[in-house]
C-alpha cells in the first residue's frame, strides 16, 4: 500500500499513521519525526531546520524531498509506505509524483483528515508524546494510566513537543491552509483522495481508515495482480542503484521520442505506399503488353 495521510497538525495523522503502519506492515514515514530527530542529532540539517519549525513554517523543500526518497528508496519500502506530514505543498506533492513515477509505483490513495480548528488546538496543546517508543497521549482526553509514565513502553519520557505551544499552532494552521490545503484539490483532480471525520475515538476513526483501505486498495492490487509467466520482465519494481538507470527505465517516453517515432513510422508507411505503386504500375504494363500481343495475333490477314 502506498498512501498519503493529510491533514492539519493535531488531526491525529500520527497516531494513525502508527497504527495503519502496524496492522500493514509498511513504515510510517513522517517529515516531523525525521527532522525533529535531526534536531535533536544536532546535525546541520537539525541546525538549519530548528527555527523554522519553532516558528511554525515549513522547512525548504530540497530538505524534505531528500530525505523521503532516501527512505522510499529503502529495502523497508518495498511493500509500500505510509507517509505522514508530506508532501506539504504542491511542489512537494509533484515531486513525490514524479519520484514514484520513476520507481514505478505511484500513489494509491490519500485520506485527508478533517477535523475543527479549536479541536486541534486543544489536542495539540495537550499532547505528549514517549520519547522512547513514540506512543501518543493527550492530557486533555487520552492520559496514560500512571502521569508521566507510557503505557505502551513503561518509560518514564513522556515529554511535550516545543512546537506544540498555542502561538506555533495557530502559525501551523495558517501555514497549513495557506500552503497544504490546495493539496485537497490537486489529489481530488488524481481520484485518489477520501475524506476521514477526524473527531471521534482513536480506534473507531481507525476502523474508518481500514475499511477504506481495504476496499480502495485491495481490490486494486487484486486486479494488478498478474500470474508470474505474464509478468513483463523488463519493468523491475526494484529501486535502481544509480540516478541516471533509474530515471531512465523508468521515464516516460519524451514528446521528441515520440515526434521521432512516429515520423519513422509514417516514412516506412510512405515507402511501402510508393513500392505497392510502381509494382502495381509495372503489372499494369506487362498486362496491357500481353493484351495487344494478343489483340495482334488476333487481327486476321496481318503478317508478322
Ligand atoms: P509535524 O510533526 O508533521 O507537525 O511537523 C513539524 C514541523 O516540521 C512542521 O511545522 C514544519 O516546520 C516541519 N515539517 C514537517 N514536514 C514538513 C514538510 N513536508 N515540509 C516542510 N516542513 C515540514
Known amino acids: 500500500m502506498r498512501i498519503v495521510l493529510l491533514g492539519a497538525p493535531g488531526s491525529g495523522k500520527g497516531t494513525q499513521a502508527k497504527m495503519i503502519a502496524q496492522k500493514y ?16 542529532e544536532k546535525t546541520e540539517i537539525g541546525k538549519k531546520v530548528s527555527a523554522i519549525i519553532d516558528a511554525g513554517e515549513l522547512v525548504s523543500d ?5 530525505a523521503v526518497t532516501d527512505r522510499l ?11 505522514d506530514g508530506f508532501p506539504r505543498n504542491i511542489p512537494q506533492a509533484q515531486e513525490l509524483d514524479t519520484r514514484l513515477g520513476w520507481l514505478g509505483r505511484p500513489l494509491q490513495l490519500v ?21 522512547e517508543c513514540g506512543a501518543i497521549y493527550n ?18 519520557q513522556l515529554s511535550h513537543r516545543a512546537d506544540d505551544n498555542e502561538k506555533t499552532v495557530r502559525a501551523r494552521l495558517q501555514t497549513y491552509d495557506q500552503d497544504t490545503a490546495p493539496l485537497s484539490a490537486y ?34 492490487e487484486k486486479k494488478v495482480t498478474t500470474p508470474k509467466s505474464v509478468r ?10 544509480n540516478k541516471k538507470s533509474e530515471k531512465k527505465a523508468a521515464e ?38 500481353a493484351a495487344a500481343k494478343k489483340a495482334a495475333k488476333k487481327r486476321p490477314g496481318k503478317k508478322r
Open 62 to 66: 530540497d530538505i524534505v524531498i531528500d
Open 111 to 131: 485520506l485527508q483528515f478533517a477535523l475543527d480548528n479549536e479541536i486541534v488546538i486543544k489536542r495539540v496543546t495537550g499532547r505528549l508524546s514517549c520519547g
Open 187 to 220: 489529489y481530488k483532480a488524481q481520484h485518489k483522495l477520501r475524506t476521514i471525520q477526524a473527531g471521534g475515538e482513536v480506534e473507531q476513526i481507525f476502523s474508518v481508515i481500514c475499511e477504506v483501505v481495504d476496499m480502495e486498495i485491495r481490490p486494486l
Open 252 to 289: 516516460k517516453p519524451t514528446t521528441a521520442t515520440v515526434k521521432k517515432a512516429t515520423k519513422k513510422v509514417t516514412k516506412k508507411a510512405a515507402a511501402k505506399t510508393v513500392a505497392k505503386k510502381v509494382v502495381k504500375k509495372a503489372a499494369s504494363k506487362v498486362a496491357k503488353k
Open 25 to 40: 506492515k509498511v513504515p510510517q514515514i513522517s517529515t516531523g519525526d525525521i527532522l525533529r530527530a535531526a534536531v535533536a
Open 73 to 83: 528508496r529503502a529495502n523497508e519500502s518495498r511493500r509500500g509506505f505510509v507517509l
Open 139 to 156: 492530557r486533555h482526553f487520552s492520559r496514560p494510566n500512571r502521569p508521566g509514565v507510557c503505557d505502551k513502553c513503561g518509560s518514564k
Open 232 to 241: 513483463p520482465q523488463a519493468v523491475s519494481t526494484k529501486p535502481a542503484t
